[in-house]
């Protein structure tokens, strides 16, 4: 079945750092992928999403390239703040089967200090 | 602004208790979702529905019941609340055709605490 991997946390990072946290997945089909960003105490938001291979989405600052040949969506930043700090899910949805449906990672939390 | 709201962002409730938390969204969407988050876990799918008095079962939807009687609410029920029933828990929804664009919309987070 489908599933997304993304390492594990907590990240902790300096501001202004870089950041890169993995997602990997594997999906029958060709997937549309997302990242999503949840906030202490709030529900999940969407970041960005990418639907097709080489698309790269962005917002914030943040930006994710979608790879098929390594079945990869990494999130990356190049300056985060302490702003930033927070858990983030990588997704996938299926273009075919369960069609209406995400597939979540387990989650990164990140956590940036002054 | 779109929006999928939940009634309540905290709640406590005895063991035993009957417990509704309840989920509505103003963007006509089909698809309706009710996930619980914890620790360490992610996020695991406990009923989710497709249309109007449809339902279907998720990953865990052992102690739980779900109602939609009407498109935009969609409501999860605890039949005799458990102290490992204290999580967060998250609604969602979506377009029927367009989740593969989209993805889902959530709400804010019901925290429930078994006691």
């Known amino acids: 079945g489908d599933s997304v991997t993304q390492m594990e946390g907590p990240v902790t990072l300096s501001e202004e750092a870089c950041l890169t946290i993995?997602?990997?997945?594997?999906?029958?089909?060709?997937?549309?992928l997302f990242w999503y960003v949840q906030y202490p105490g709030e529900g999940l938001q969407l970041l960005l999403k990418a639907t097709k291979a080489d698309d790269k989405g962005s917002n914030k600052g943040f930006e994710a390239t979608y790879r098929k040949e390594t079945t990869s969506f990494h999130l990356e930043k190049g300056s985060v703040q302490v702003s930033d700090s927070a858990v983030y899910f990588c997704a996938l949805s299926a273009r075919t089967g369960t069609a209406s449906k995400l597939t979540f990672g387990t989650g990164t939390r990140l956590q940036v200090t002054l | 602004d779109v929006k999928v709201t939940q009634s309540s962002r905290y709640l406590v409730k005895r063991t035993g208790e009957k417990v509704f938390l309840e989920c509505v969204q103003d963007?006509?969407?089909?698809?309706m979702f009710w996930y619980r988050q914890d620790p360490g876990l992610g996020l695991r799918l406990i009923y989710f529905s497709y249309d109007v008095k449809m339902k279907e079962k998720g990953d865990i939807p052992e102690g739980y019941s779900v109602s939609r009687e009407k498109k935009e609410r969609f409501s999860l029920i605890l039949e005799s609340a458990s102290t490992n029933q204290t999580s967060m828990y998250l609604c969602?929804?979506?377009?029927?055709?367009?989740?593969?664009?989209?993805?889902?919309?959530f709400g804010s987070g019901t925290r429930l605490t078994v006691v």
């Open positions: 993995n997602c990997t997945y594997t999906a029958t089909g060709y997937p549309s």
């Open positions: 969602a929804s979506s377009l029927h055709r367009d989740t593969y664009n989209y993805g889902y919309t």
């Open positions: 963007m006509d969407h089909e698809n």
